[in-house]
């Protein structure tokens, strides 16, 4: 059995950050003018929309500071002054407690990855990894050993993967991912027979198995 992990890569437009940049600078305006909770969790709601759209802790920190840079023209008094420093670090904190939790979860599942490696390795299996965007293929070192080569010889690119690829075999696993990008399955599975360096036969391909897509992958964002 041969696992594959498909990842997309997020890139933040122009205006996915302007429109971050207005919704900061009202929300933290709305704080600070109530300092109700409903007016806080909207701190985290953009935190969770940066994170989602793959802005940087960096990012936000300079939203936050222009946003604040534009609170302080306001103030008119050091109390006030002192008020709203204090609400604003209250806001910002909200705003990257999303990325506190995500960098939670990066932790956990490079735990059960490192499992997971472990449990591959010890069933001998290669590991085959796609990038849907870039068409970059990586293969492990043991799955280069299957297929006959070594791994500094191997290409690492989509068409080089597909003509090694038996012919009968394409068609069938690009209906089946066309099927799931488009939700209509749960899980992407599919069976390839794979041409090894030295061979011209069919004798020659091996099955590969590929039993499901990671939930955070979605080519279609």
């Known amino acids: 059995m041969h696992w594959c992990?498909?990842?997309?890569?997020l890139e933040v437009h122009l205006s996915d950050l302007s429109e971050l940049a207005d919704r900061y600078t009202s929300a933290l305006r709305d704080y600070l003018a109530r300092a109700e909770e409903a007016a806080l969790h909207q701190a985290y709601e953009i935190g969770r929309k940066a994170n989602t759209l793959?802005?940087?802790v960096l990012d936000i920190a300079s939203l936050h500071h222009n946003a604040l840079v534009d609170a302080v023209l306001h103030v008119q008094t050091p109390e006030e002054a002192a008020s709203v420093a204090g609400h604003a670090a209250n806001f910002f904190l909200e705003a990257l407690s999303p990325f506190?939790?995500?960098q939670r979860g990066f932790r956990e599942n490079t735990a059960q990855m490192r499992y997971l490696k472990f449990a591959l390795e010890g069933a001998n299996d290669g590991i085959w990894d796609v990038d849907l965007i870039t068409g970059?293929?990586?293969?492990?070192?043991r799955g280069c050993e299957m297929l006959g080569y070594r791994p500094e010889e191997f290409r690492t690119d989509i068409e080089t993967w597909n003509q090694m690829v038996h012919p009968d075999d394409l068609p069938a696993t690009q209906a089946?991912?066309?099927?799931?990008?488009a939700g209509r399955t749960p899980l992407f599975s599919i069976e390839q027979r794979l041409r090894t360096k030295s061979g011209n036969g069919s004798g020659c391909w091996r099955a590969a198995k590929c039993p499901k897509l990671t939930e955070t992958a979605n080519p279609s964002a």
């Open 54 to 56: 793959g802005v940087g």
């Open 100 to 102: 506190e939790m995500a």
């Open 136 to 141: 970059d293929v990586q293969l492990s070192p």
């Open 176 to 181: 089946v991912l066309e099927d799931h990008l």
């Open 5 to 9: 992990w498909w990842h997309v890569i």
